[in-house]
């Protein structure tokens, strides 16, 4: 057993695929750290990012997160985790009308990837994409795995069942060992980075900047759009790292990515192909079609 912190132990993590208590990291204790020094300056601060996000097992599972990272405790939070990804379109609909004059003259002008009804229908399609997400890729995938996966019997070698929750200890099993798909990989890769990434690609192929007569605002929104999602982007892979380091088998892994591509591939065949089978989509989320010679 593994103690961090203060003698007193405030939560604990098993390697379920130890043999035995005595293994090296099979058991790891974490302590209260309340009283642990602040965190005052750059060193202090990329350390902790660094035992959070890949330090020993024993460190990085006892570590906080990062509060220096701005955003990093929502990532997986309702509203915050719907919200984020939708911040270039949000930043479209505030700042489009600013630098036209209004949705009015947008229509007057026939500008329809810029209409208000088209950027709605937008946020609609990621609405319905976030919701099949949640309720396709992990209930869905969730009841399957739970009715063709049978629980792993307990026996001897099930070490830990005494130390589970007794909501976790049913008789004859040994929790934990069973695959379990991993669905943060799922949401991770089908939700927060391919959301995000496609809008933030969608406002550079319909650029809503360029019409501005200021100089500054045609060089600031897309600085921060860019700087924006870049960081998203990157606590988002930070987040995923540790979920597949610490708390998943890497074939639970590899089967959360392949469920996440339900969502990616199609996305990406709407985003970078002229085929007119993705026509009628493109048209309805404000994408442009190229012109049809005669």
């Known amino acids: 057993?593994?103690?961090?912190?203060?003698h007193s132990c405030q939560k604990a993590y098993i390697n379920v695929h130890a043999s035995a208590m005595s293994d090296d990291g099979a058991f790891i204790c974490c302590g209260d750290n309340a009283d642990a020094s602040p965190i005052d300056n750059f060193y202090r601060a990329s350390q902790q990012i660094v035992d959070y996000f890949s330090g020993p097992s024993e460190i990085a599972l006892c570590t906080g997160k990062p509060t220096v990272l701005p955003l990093i405790n929502h990532l997986t939070r309702f509203p915050h985790s719907w919200i984020m990804v939708l911040l270039p379109l949000l930043l479209r609909m505030v700042l489009w009308p600013i630098i036209s004059g209004g949705y009015k003259e947008v229509e007057h002008h026939r500008r329809p990837q810029h209409s208000i009804r088209v950027l709605l229908q937008r946020m609609l399609c990621y609405i319905l994409l976030m919701?099949?997400?949640?309720?396709?890729?992990?209930?869905?995938?969730?009841?399957v795995e739970n009715i063709s996966i049978s629980p792993?019997?307990?026996?001897?070698?099930?070490?830990?069942?005494?130390?589970?929750?007794?909501?976790?200890q049913v008789?004859?099993?040994?929790?934990?060992l069973q695959f379990d798909f991993s669905d943060h990989i799922v949401f991770f890769f089908a939700h927060s980075l391919p959301l995000i990434t496609f809008e933030a690609l969608l406002c550079f192929a319909v650029p809503?900047?360029?019409?501005?007569?200021?100089?500054?605002?045609?060089?600031?929104?897309p600085f921060v759009l860019v700087m924006s999602t870049l960081y998203i982007q990157a606590i988002t892979l930070l987040a995923a790292h540790r979920t597949a380091k610490y708390f998943h088998t890497s074939g639970e892994v590899i089967i959360g990515y392949m469920i996440s591509l339900l969502v990616q591939i199609p996305l990406t065949l709407i985003l970078c192909t002229d085929s007119s089978r993705w026509e009628t989509v493109r048209t309805f989320i404000g994408l442009p079609i190229k012109s049809k010679q005669i």
């Open 1 to 6: 057993m593994k103690l961090q912190g203060s």
């Open 131 to 143: 919701l099949f997400r949640g309720y396709g890729l992990y209930e869905l995938f969730d009841y």
């Open 152 to 168: 792993i019997a307990s026996n001897d070698t099930c070490w830990y069942h005494h130390l589970l929750p007794s909501r976790l």
């Open 171 to 176: 008789a004859g099993q040994c929790y934990g």
């Open 208 to 221: 809503f900047w360029n019409r501005s007569r200021l100089f500054s605002l045609r060089v600031l929104v």
